[in-house]
């Protein structure tokens, strides 16, 4: 139970549903699937509402109303299948209530002893969520039943969140712990941990324990960004999702066998080899869905990226930032599932645009051109998106054709120095288009290019909202 007007994430309730065995699947169906659709059905019902999107326009994030919350939250202690406690008063009386206490969230304040009064007589909890400041974590070797296990402090928070205990949860299935910038003490060995599916850490994590790599079940592992993961990641074949900094060359070569991988997300420093050893894994993983390679500190020309003979035709988003490619790789086109794509390129030919403008699911594009000129985007292409994102010296020399675009929403430009006060000619058939954002960069006057972007809102039949940044 979250707080509040809190925004909740859709991938989190559905991985503690998940956890709690409350996702029942036919045979042959994905659990997260499964989960998911409850999820919609919960937003179809107006149970829940949407709260924030994602770039390929699907519900991320929800929040409750205030009078379904209350409603909620008074069915739940009425079945006993959800307790809230806000002070020393409401953990009391469930201390005294006939029901033992399966699911418990604490909405915490600066008052610890709420908190030590659950040392006692919650051994039977099978779920716990701590929000809000606090200096004190109940004693977590008390709850041998817990199956979901929650942390989320305010970035504000000076907290030190000791987690040394949970070694010794052998139920526990999932543990997210949001607690930037505060420090995170994890044990030092987890082995024992052998139901744990999900591991999200976002802080200052002083250590990870090593044989995370041994754990049988975990299927998705988030470290923190400026968190390197230990040897032998690729080890773990059950891995679903991959969110982690740095890794080594030999586990990249190794995650290649991790046939059951869906989402990756590595940010690194590049070093020598790595270029290659990156295309030849994404040419292996066919079933990912979800890519994302970082270049950390500075860019890099990814040359052996147009020799992928075999890239995962299943993927959804592809998220290359800090890679420069010299032109758009022509498998691409082959990417018929893609919604949201980012790419850095120095050049950018009207053939390219149409190789990306073809890919029948692309929603969202954020694409970067270094070299000077534009190129005319012609009518029939880009059918179903909503969201471009152009950052090109070029910006002037941009037409769009009639037709096309119709179903574009948001539109970001950029200006540089040089830039001469012209604008793309054609804006005025984005006919779905309500707002315009230019970025001003390197001395170019905001007034400048207020002026010469109103006058293209001006005339536009929707009046899109501008935006100079």
């Known amino acids: 139970m979250y707080p509040e007007d809190q925004m909740v994430r859709r991938h989190d309730l559905v991985l503690q549903w998940i956890a709690e065995g409350l996702v029942n699947c036919s045979h042959g169906s994905d659990l997260e699937d499964t989960g998911k659709s409850y999820f919609n059905e919960l937003i179809n019902r107006s149970l829940i509402q949407p709260a924030e999107t994602s770039k390929s326009g699907e519900v991320e994030y929800c929040r ?19 307790n809230v406690a806000y002070n020393c008063e409401d953990v009391a009386r469930m201390h005294a209530c006939e029901y033992k206490v399966r699911r418990l969230s604490l909405k915490s304040s600066t008052n610890d002893a709420t908190l030590r009064i659950v040392d006692t ?27 979901v296990l929650v942390f989320i402090f305010p970035f ?10 949970i070694g010794q949860l052998f139920q526990l299935r999932y543990l997210k712990v949001s607690t930037f910038p505060s420090s995170i003490d994890l044990p030092a060995e987890v082995r024992g941990l052998v139901h744990l599916e999900t591991l999200e850490i976002s802080g200052s994590a002083r250590s990870i324990p090593s044989d995370i790599v041994c754990l049988p079940r975990l299927s998705r592992l988030i470290l923190p960004i400026h968190t390197c993961p230990p040897q032998g990641i690729s080890n773990i074949k059950s891995l679903r999702a991959l969110h982690c900094m740095n890794i080594s060359l ?16 590595i940010y690194t420093d ?37 020799s992928l003979s075999n890239p995962p035709l299943h993927i959804e988003e592809l998220d290359l930032p800090g890679w420069i490619l010299k032109r758009v790789p022509t498998w691409i086109g082959d990417l018929h599932f893609l919604r949201i794509l980012n790419l850095w390129v120095d050049n950018l030919s ?18 970067s051109v270094f070299a000077e000129g534009g190129a005319v985007i012609c009518t029939g292409l880009f059918q179903v998106l909503k969201v471009l994102r152009l950052f090109s010296h070029g910006v002037a020399h941009m037409q769009f054709q009639i037709g096309l675009m119709p ?25 779905a288009l309500d707002h315009i954002s230019v970025f001003a960069r390197h001395g170019v006057k905001h007034r400048d290019v207020e002026s010469a972007f109103r006058s293209v809102v001006d005339v536009h039949p ?8």
């Open 250 to 265: 030999e586990d990249i070569n190794g995650l290649g066998e991790l046939t059951s991988l869906r989402e990756l997300r």
């Open 64 to 82: 409750v109303h205030d009078i379904m919350l209350d409603l909620i939250v008074s069915k739940c202690a009425d079945e006993n299948f959800t």
């Open 270 to 306: 590049v070093v020598a080899g790595e270029v290659d050893a990156l295309v030849s894994l994404i040419g292996k993983l066919h079933g990912l869905k979800y890519l994302e390679v970082r270049a950390l500190f500075s860019q890099h020309h990814c040359s052996p990226m147009y």
């Open 156 to 165: 504000t928070s000076s907290t030190i969140v000791d987690l040394t205990a």
């Open 350 to 367: 009207n053939d390219e645009v149409h190789v990306v403008g073809k890919l029948p699911c692309l929603v969202h594009l954020d694409l």
């Open 462 to 469: 929707r009046r899109p909202f501008l935006e100079i940044i």
């Open 121 to 147: 007589g919650m051994s039977q909890v099978r779920s716990f969520a701590q929000f809000g400041e606090s200096k004190y974590t109940p004693p977590l070797s008390l709850f041998k039943y817990l199956r």
């Open 407 to 431: 179903s574009l929403r948001q539109l970001t430009l950029e200006v540089n120095n040089g830039w001469g006060g012209g604008v793309p000619r054609g804006m005025e058939h984005l006919l």
